[in-house]
């Protein structure tokens, strides 16, 4: 189903309080391995001196990991940023609702912002407008970091599989497929240099059938197959012209 002939808007309010967030900590399954490993792998990519935002932060697991001196998580579900306020609220983490593509922050007050699995749950419209809000939150030479499902490799049929088997299903979520050349259509070069477009987490999850702790291992394995094989998930590094 693409973005222009979605017949369903779905309330992300329906999600279980604190889902994503208790999935994490289990440190158990492979789904609990995907998000530790996607996360390690963003975080690595974030310098951490810097200010941050992480928008569709949900329960605010991601901000949770993160040692900046000054941090924001803001989501349009209010009801996770609720919960997200209550565990992980702080001197340096602070965590707001916000409106669809509007960022309650001064012009070039940021210096990074990532949206983690965020621009596949929106239209083309709304992506374009929430990244021309991250372009003027964003100081010069500040960092936009997205990652997105990636549709030309294994992730469709990851995907098959979730939306029968999982207790949510992204089938009503992901409106809009990427793959590494669509994804370059979002991108406005006036605004945005790309510093790095790449594919990572390949077979690393499903280790975690075996041992939680050799899947997180394994992604040694998959930084040397995604040189052959496209790897699940997109990155996208873009910088501030």
Request: one cysteine or more; charged letters at 30%.
């Amino acid at each position: 189903m693409t973005a222009k002939n979605k017949t369903k808007e779905f309330n992300y309010d329906d999600i279980k309080l604190g889902y994503y967030d208790q999935i994490y900590k289990k440190k158990s399954g492979m789904q609990s391995a995907w998000h530790n490993i996607k996360f390690r792998y963003v975080k690595n990519e974030i310098n951490q001196k810097n200010t941050h935002l992480d928008i569709g932060c949900g329960p605010g697991t991601f901000l949770s990991l993160l040692k900046n001196k000054k941090c924001y998580g803001m989501d349009i579900a209010k009801k996770q940023i609720k919960y997200a306020k209550k565990k992980y609220s702080s001197k340096s983490k602070k965590f707001e609702v916000m409106t669809k593509n509007e960022i309650p922050l001064r012009s070039r007050s940021l210096d990074s912002i990532s949206l983690i699995e965020i621009i596949e749950h929106l239209n083309d419209k709304d992506t374009k407008l929430l990244i021309l809000e991250a372009h003027r939150t964003l100081k010069k030479n500040g960092e936009l970091i997205i990652t997105t499902p990636n549709y030309l490799s294994t992730w469709p049929i990851l995907e098959l599989i979730l939306n029968n088997f999982a207790k949510v299903s992204y089938k009503d979520q992901h409106i809009n497929k990427y793959n590494i050349f669509k994804i370059k259509k979002v991108i406005n070069k006036k605004k945005f240099r790309i510093k790095s477009l790449k594919t990572f987490m390949l077979i690393s999850p499903f280790f975690a059938f075996f041992s939680f702790k050799l899947s997180l291992n394994m992604t040694v394995i998959d930084n040397f197959l995604i040189k052959v094989f496209p790897g699940n998930l997109l990155f996208l590094k873009l910088k501030k012209l």
